[in-house]
């Protein structure tokens, strides 16, 4: 990633806050990936902030309101930011998943399950990431697609056809060309001519996907692989 990662530490814990933050430098010297962190020494002032964190790694033990309280308060602005808790409390860390929390780690915390922990927080990241595309529309010329409103694409002979929320928008080229436009992004095939944004997917039936309100095809050949890679979008492990 080239991007600067936004991030946040809440510890009410000086030391244990301190050890996190230097964790996240021995990230970047180890992979090079960077990263703004901010760290706070409690839920109300972490809420009182009002930057927009990629990553948040939140103490449940806070003074005053604590972390499942405040990740609740920030989940009413905030539904992307991804959580994971800290915790010297491993039984109470399953509530974490009614907050959409990503994962815990246990206290105390060492470099090396944080490494694996915040790894797969990057790969989660990356999933979830959006760009924007500009295809030669047919008669209208060039256009610019967010991938966050791109449902799917349809390939029919020597046509795609982009259908985003604001409508769908053809293009000459082959299904190869659409997924290397959409490399890295959580678009898979559902059969060969769907190309489908795994966001937009909101019911799987025996072989069809409803996506953005249109129903699709499932392949029997492409049926396996789709689910799977849908379960692993849905758990957060989509790479």
């Given amino acids: 990633m080239g991007e600067i990662i936004k991030a946040a530490v809440v510890e009410d814990d000086a030391d244990t806050r301190k050890k996190l933050c230097a964790y996240f430098d021995d990230v970047t010297a180890e992979c090079g990936v960077r990263f703004d962190v901010d760290d706070f020494s409690s839920g109300e002032s972490f809420l009182a902030c009002d930057e927009k964190f990629d990553i948040v790694l939140m103490d449940i033990e806070l003074p005053g309101e604590n972390g499942m309280e405040t990740v609740r308060a920030l989940r009413e602005r905030d539904r992307t930011a991804i959580v994971m808790f800290v915790t010297n409390m491993a039984q109470f860390a399953v509530k974490g998943y009614e907050v959409e929390a990503f994962d815990f780690i246990v206290k ?16 989660r990241l990356g999933a979830k990431r959006e760009k924007d595309i500009w295809i030669n529309v047919t008669g209208l010329g060039k256009k610019k697609i967010s991938t966050a409103e791109l449902k799917y694409v349809e390939v029919m002979g020597h046509k795609i056809t982009y259908h985003a929320l604001d ?73």
Avoid: M, W
């Fill in 108 to 123: 105390p915390v060492s470099y090396y399950i944080f490494s694996v922990k915040l790894k797969r927080a990057l790969e």
């Fill in 167 to 239: 409508g769908d928008y053809s293009v000459s080229g082959s299904i190869g060309k659409a997924q290397d436009e959409l490399k890295g992004l959580p678009f898979e095939l559902c059969n060969r001519c769907y190309l489908v944004n795994l966001k937009y997917v909101t019911e799987v039936r025996q072989f069809q996907a409803v996506v953005g309100g249109d129903v699709l095809q499932i392949s029997h050949l492409k049926r396996n692989e789709f689910l799977k890679k849908l379960n692993l979008y849905l758990s957060g492990g989509y790479v």
